[in-house]
């Protein structure tokens, strides 16, 4: 193709050059995107309604609006807890309309959406899916915000053209979340890529997330990282948190107990970078 017909493909509907203002997802109390920042917690999987009361009110307690918690699980052995399905889902959408909170959960395949959609407010596309052309067709044909997360070995090409199949659907409330990439690296379980967050910024009008959880895969750095990542532009951050991480059935590394998100939170707050 000469370089003239290339010129006048229309730029993606993600881009700055389709659209220069900031995209801003309102849903119920939440806002992501635009001048504030949101920081999404939560445990890795849903286990128990206990288990999701005492993390849910530790986010209501701290001001917090957007809960996480997997109820579809992705995980890489089979033998490994799956999650609960809709069960999980059942116990989230109850304690979230209990204690007042926006929730969030990842699909892993088109026939989980019509189930799903009844339960949560927001769809996670997990990294693994990035590419499941099929599941982001049919979730851009949903009126839900799609959180996006990046593929393990995904370029930032890629990443943007996974979200275009979204909107190309309809469906413009999309968000963007860097989760670390997979590199020679073993200190962390993978590599944060700071250098996204002004990249995708820059490149599109979405709302930029960084997940310090499953980036870091430890807890010792998620204060650090969170701030990088906010002092890089991102909109929110993403944090694991159970009541008991030692018994938590997924991630049980990675995941804060309450006083030490509370102590996160304080830290973000602290540092001048959160608004
Ligand atoms: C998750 O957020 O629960 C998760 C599985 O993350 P990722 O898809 O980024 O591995
Ligand atoms: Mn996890």
């Not at 918690?69 to 609960?84: C, N």
């Not at 701030?227 to 991630?251: C, F, N, R, W, Y």
Request: glycine share 8%; with cysteine; hydrophobic share 40%.
């Amino acid at each position: 193709m000469s370089d003239k017909l290339q010129q006048e493909k229309p730029p993606l509907l993600v881009s700055r050059h389709h659209k220069s203002e900031d995209t801003i997802i309102n849903i119920k109390e939440a806002v992501i995107g635009g001048s504030s920042h949101t920081l999404i917690a939560g445990p890795c999987s849903i286990e128990s309604r206990a288990q999701l009361v005492t993390v849910a009110s530790a986010l209501k307690e701290a001001g917090l609006t957007v809960l996480r918690g997997g109820a579809f699980k992705p995980r890489t052995s089979p033998y490994d807890f799956q999650g609960l399905g809709e069960e999980g889902l059942k116990i989230m959408k109850d304690v979230a309309d209990e204690i007042g909170l926006v929730t969030i959960s990842e699909i892993m395949s088109t026939n989980q959406i019509d189930t799903a959609a009844r339960y949560i407010d927001i769809f996670q596309i997990g990294a693994r899916n990035m590419q499941n052309y099929d599941l982001l067709k049919a979730v851009g044909q949903t009126k839900k915000p799609i959180l996006l997360k990046r593929g393990l070995s995904a370029t930032l090409e890629e990443f943007m053209l996974a979200a275009e199949y979204i909107l190309h659907q309809g469906n413009d409330q999309v968000m963007l979340i860097e989760r670390g990439i997979r590199t020679f690296e073993k200190a962390t379980r993978n590599t944060l890529d700071i250098s996204a967050i002004p990249l995708l910024k820059q490149e599109t009008h979405l709302p930029v997330l960084v997940d310090v959880s499953h980036s870091t895969g430890r807890k010792d750095i998620l204060l650090p990282c969170a701030k990088a990542a906010l002092a890089a532009g991102a909109d929110g951050i993403m944090v694991e948190v159970h009541p008991d991480p030692s018994i938590a059935l997924s991630d049980a590394k990675q995941q804060v107990n309450i006083d030490e998100f509370h102590a996160f939170w304080k830290g973000l707050c602290n540092s001048g970078l959160y608004h």
